[in-house]
């Protein structure tokens, strides 16, 4: 069986893990608590009489489970750490960096939604990433990043009745709504 990474680059480096999966947890946590004074009031009013769902669920459960997994990760942590005898601090630089990136990516990505609504934002978002963690075929790049917020929106909007943000500007709102009209005609 594999040996975990986790403490391996020295017990500085997993005190700081351990800090940062302690952030993590306690973050996603009050963001899975807190989430319904965020969302005041959403989803498709035609189908909040019959459906339970509302647009808080799902950030819900994916904060709820980002901040369980992240209890995990600090008690997987929190078994290597030795004693106090250590107190240098040893970091792979890149490996931090990559996480940085990615934030930054998730935070630009959070400031894009009220602008360019959904779609348009996570289209940019998914091309980025996907790139960013390696994929450089640009045809797959371009396919993946086109279905993924098309299929997402049908998913939730069409079988869900979760509505999703729309772009303040009318001609990329109005595309979107026609494109599910479209989809919903073909599957319904």
């Known amino acids: 069986m594999e040996e975990s990474p986790i403490g391996q680059e020295g017990p500085a480096a997993a005190r700081l893990e351990l ?3 302690i ?12 989430m319904p004074t965020f969302v005041d009031e959403g989803g498709i009013q035609q189908a909040q009489d019959f459906l339970r ?6 950030p819900r459960l994916s904060f ?9 990760l600090v008690i997987r942590i929190m078994k290597t750490l030795p004693g106090r005898e250590t ?3 040893t970091l792979d630089g890149k490996k931090y960096l990559n996480v940085l990136i990615m934030s930054v990516l998730i935070v630009i990505y959070a400031l894009m939604l009220p602008f360019f609504g959904y779609g348009f934002a996570t289209l940019l978002a998914v091309a980025v990433t996907t790139y960013f963690l390696g994929m450089r075929a640009w045809l797959p790049l371009l396919a993946f990043s086109l279905v993924t917020p ?3 929106r049908f998913i939730f909007e069409r079988l869900l009745a979760i509505s999703l ?7 990329l709102a109005e595309f979107e709504q026609e494109l599910m009209g479209f989809l919903a005609g073909i599957f319904f």
């Open 64 to 72: 709820g489970l980002t901040s369980l997994i992240s209890i995990i």
């Open 165 to 171: 943000p729309l772009s303040r500007y009318d001609p």
């Open 19 to 21: 800090g940062i999966a």
């Open 23 to 34: 952030l993590i947890a306690l973050g996603a946590g009050y963001l899975a608590v807190a």
């Open 53 to 58: 769902l509302s647009p808080v669920f799902f």
């Open 87 to 89: 107190r240098t601090l």
């Open 150 to 152: 098309v299929l997402t």
